[in-house]
């Protein structure tokens, strides 16, 4: 089957935003109305914090959030799981607070941006002046020149809403996103309430991929199971795809609005869990036993003899022995999370491979001080790092791009918050001690300031360095 084939473009997600009372709520009603006149899937009757439609025969999703002021805040973290903005302006009330509040974070998020001018049927409008308002917050309507479209509605007399939904479907035809119901699961979260029976209810639009019952999802490092799938009426489905809102029973803990969900495919593949440097590798070991735990292989048994007896005695050897190190050896530092340190013993490439694909370090010496000092100031500078390094936020490398020369990381945000600027540690070896920074970070193809966990961003380095796919990066504020 050519996967290519079944690539299509992907539904646009859309959000209404603007103040209070500028008839977000009842434009959001009037929408959803228009698709059960045209009778496409028979009545859309739940309020699951999302719901689509369908018009001129192609999909349009709605994020649709409770409107009262408590749920303002949630709408505005919406805009990240958008791909579309609607503001909404009361054309006889203006531009407000709020309004303003909601252009700062659409232009922060670089959305395309859609105004629409409510409540026309009223009296008393202001249009002219909301026009030139709109220029002083730099908000460029296409009749001045600029890029955002104007759409006059009234939501009551259900008038304009079909200009508005041809409007959306011409915004996304210039910049749509395309998807095929075989990439890797992502799925953005839009609303989340615990239910007295049912629990944890998490409802998420599909971004990319498909979302099936029984499949086992990553949120925050833990895994769940998929138990039920429930659409925007109401009906329990086997399957949700790219543009789908969709409600998911199966969490055991309520997520934040903007998480991002993965299945656990993707992390399990791409992604070896050991950590990455020496000093890691110590620091996990030491957790649990207080000890350094390491693996010893010497070309013969006097100079084992003689490492052992000069290692610091916090050092545990897990295990040592005579000879060339091997797939055994590599399997072992990988359980026991121990480097391997090699004095005069080859490593042959197969075994070599084998242990940078399980993240195993594997360290050769030919002077017994060589290892010993190295091993000693590992310990040394492991023990002033973790006093000084506060991890801010921790990030696993699942793709990796190269765009115009540079490289680029694809990254899963697992803790914390990656930040632009942050300094970081990545990959495997000992540091080189050289600084390395985050020098860009896009979400959605868009720059932004920071990546919180559960997202997924893309990270450029200064300097350009060589991270693998796995790589676990660690962000130093
Ligand atoms: P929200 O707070 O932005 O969600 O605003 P609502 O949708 O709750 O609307 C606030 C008030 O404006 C309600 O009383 C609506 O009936 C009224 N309203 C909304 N849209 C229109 C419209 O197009 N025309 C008229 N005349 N009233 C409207």
């Not at 959030?65 to 302006?89: C, N, Q, W, Y």
């Not at 509040?101 to 049927?121: R, W, Y």
């Not at 959306?168 to 029976?197: C, G, M, R, Y």
């Amino acid at each position: 089957m050519d996967k290519k084939k079944q690539e299509k473009i992907r539904p646009p997600t859309v959000t209404l935003m603007g103040h209070v009372d500028h008839g977000k709520t009842t434009l959001l009603d009037a929408i959803r109305k228009t698709n059960i006149v045209a009778g496409e899937h028979g009545g859309i009757t739940q309020h699951i914090g999302a719901y689509q439609i369908t018009f001129n025969k192609s999909p349009i999703t709605f994020i649709d959030t409770p409107g009262h002021a408590a749920f303002e805040k949630m709408r505005s973290r919406g805009v990240d799981a958008a791909d579309i903005v609607i503001l909404v302006i009361a054309a006889n009330d203006g531009v407000k607070p709020q309004t303003r509040e909601a252009i700062k974070h659409i232009k922060k998020a670089q959305k395309p941006l859609i105004v629409a001018l409510t409540k026309v049927d009223l009296p008393n409008l202001i249009t002219e002046r909301i026009k030139k308002d709109l220029q002083k917050d730099e908000v460029l309507l296409e009749e001045f020149g600029g890029d955002v479209p104007l759409v006059e509605v009234s939501a009551s007399k259900n008038k304009g809403i079909d200009d508005l939904l041809e409007m959306v479907q011409l915004v996304w035809q210039i910049s749509p996103e395309t998807s095929f119901p075989h990439d890797f699961l992502e799925a953005v979260v839009v609303e989340a309430f615990l239910d007295k029976n049912r629990g944890p209810v998490v409802t998420a639009i599909v971004k990319k991929g498909t979302l099936k019952i029984g499949q086992k999802l990553t949120v925050d490092d833990e895994t769940i199971g998929v138990k039920a799938l429930i659409n925007d009426r109401g009906e329990n489905i086997n399957e949700a795809l790219p543009g789908d809102p969709v409600e998911i029973l199966g969490f055991k803990k309520l997520l934040g609005v903007g998480s991002i969900v993965h299945d656990t495919n993707i992390l399990e593949s791409s992604i070896v869990q050991p950590p990455a440097t020496l000093a890691e590798i110590i620091a996990k070991s030491q957790l649990a036993s207080d000890r350094f735990k390491i693996i010893i292989k010497a070309d013969v048994v006097g100079s084992l003899d003689a490492i052992v007896a000069n290692l610091p005695e916090r050092i545990l050897i897990v295990s040592s022995g005579i000879g060339e190190i091997n797939s055994t050896d590599i399997s072992f530092a990988k359980v026991a999370s121990a480097p391997i340190l090699a004095f005069n013993v080859k490593v042959n490439p197969s075994v070599r491979s084998q242990a940078d694909r399980e993240r195993v370090v594997i360290k050769s010496y030919r002077v017994i001080y060589d290892l010993l000092t190295e091993i000693e100031e590992v310990t040394e500078s492991f023990e002033t790092a973790k006093q000084k390094q506060k991890i801010t936020g921790q990030a696993k490398i699942v793709a990796e791009f190269d765009i115009e020369g540079k490289k680029i990381a694809g990254v899963v945000v697992t803790s914390g918050k990656l930040k632009l600027g942050d300094r970081i540690t990545i990959g495997s070896g000992l540091n080189s001690g050289e600084e390395i920074k985050i020098s860009s970070l896009k979400k959605y193809k868009k720059e932004v300031e920071f990546a919180s966990q559960g997202q997924e961003c893309g990270i450029g380095f200064t300097p350009n360095i060589d991270f693998k796919v796995g790589d676990i990066i660690e962000s130093l504020g």
